[in-house]
């Protein structure tokens, strides 16, 4: 048993970390090129959480006997993907973003406006042309996202790969969402200061249960990750 720290830089909601950061911190225990996270509870920050091996390999997180969340790997992750937008229509769409206008969370480490700049990863998805469901940003990590050798690390690129996938599932109608579950492939990574475009997509809904896709674009216009997303409608009176 290890045991995981989540940052207070490194919210979403007030005092719970990040969906897509932790989601991706439980990822790089499994080593699998697959994985799957499900989100059970809100993930308290700034102390020591119990990282366990089940039987079945999977990991669990946990607060004393409370179960946080749980990654198994996956064999595969089948998203299909729309077209891959340039960075000049990334950039176009920032202006867009609905959480400049409306925000649950506005000071949350990937997509709060805020943010100071090089604070979090400011990651504002707005809407491309025509198409209020698929959103796109920019996105140049910088240096403090990098390890050694000046590669992202892979916590940093499950984060990117969140809170976009909200905002192509709200469109231009915002309302309060949780990210319940996240499956995520990274199949080669980026540098810092590399210039990157993320976009999500709408997947379908059911109830509650809205999905999404989100993938991140390199330099080189390869889809370098790629994720879908399960998240839940925050009913007002919890707001």
């Given amino acids: 048993m290890s045991t995981l720290f989540i940052d207070e830089r490194f919210c979403g909601p007030p005092d719970t970390g990040n969906g897509g950061y932790v989601c991706g911190r439980l990822a790089v225990e499994m080593e699998a090129p697959v994985v799957e996270v499900t989100l059970r509870r809100p993930i308290p920050l700034a ?9 079945d390999a999977h990991v669990v997180l946990c607060d004393g006997d409370a179960v946080l969340a749980e990654a198994k790997p996956q064999d595969s992750l089948d998203v299909e993907t729309p077209p891959i937008p340039t960075y000049q229509e990334a950039v176009r769409a920032v ?4 959480g400049f206008r409306y925000h649950s969370s506005s000071n949350c480490f990937v997509c709060g406006p805020g943010r100071e700049q090089g604070n979090g990863l400011n990651i504002f ?3 491309l042309d025509g198409q209020e469901h698929l959103v796109a940003a920019p996105w140049i990590p910088e240096a403090s996202l990098a390890d050694q050798c000046g590669q992202v690390r892979p916590e940093f690129i499950w984060a990117a790969l969140d809170c976009p996938g909200a905002f192509a599932i709200m469109g231009q109608k915002p309302k309060s969402m949780v990210l319940g579950r996240m499956t995520t492939r990274i199949d080669a990574g980026v540098r810092a200061g590399e210039v990157c475009v993320v976009f999500a997509w709408r997947l379908s809904s059911d109830g509650r249960k809205q999905f999404a896709g989100s993938a991140l674009v390199n330099g080189t216009g390869r889809i370098v990750g790629i994720a879908k997303t ?5 009913p007002a009176s919890a707001v």
């Fill in 125 to 127: 998805a707005g809407p």
């Fill in 95 to 98: 202006p867009r973003y609905l």
């Fill in 47 to 55: 102390r020591n959480l119990d990282v366990r091996t089940a039987q």
């Fill in 230 to 234: 399960v998240w839940f409608d925050v």
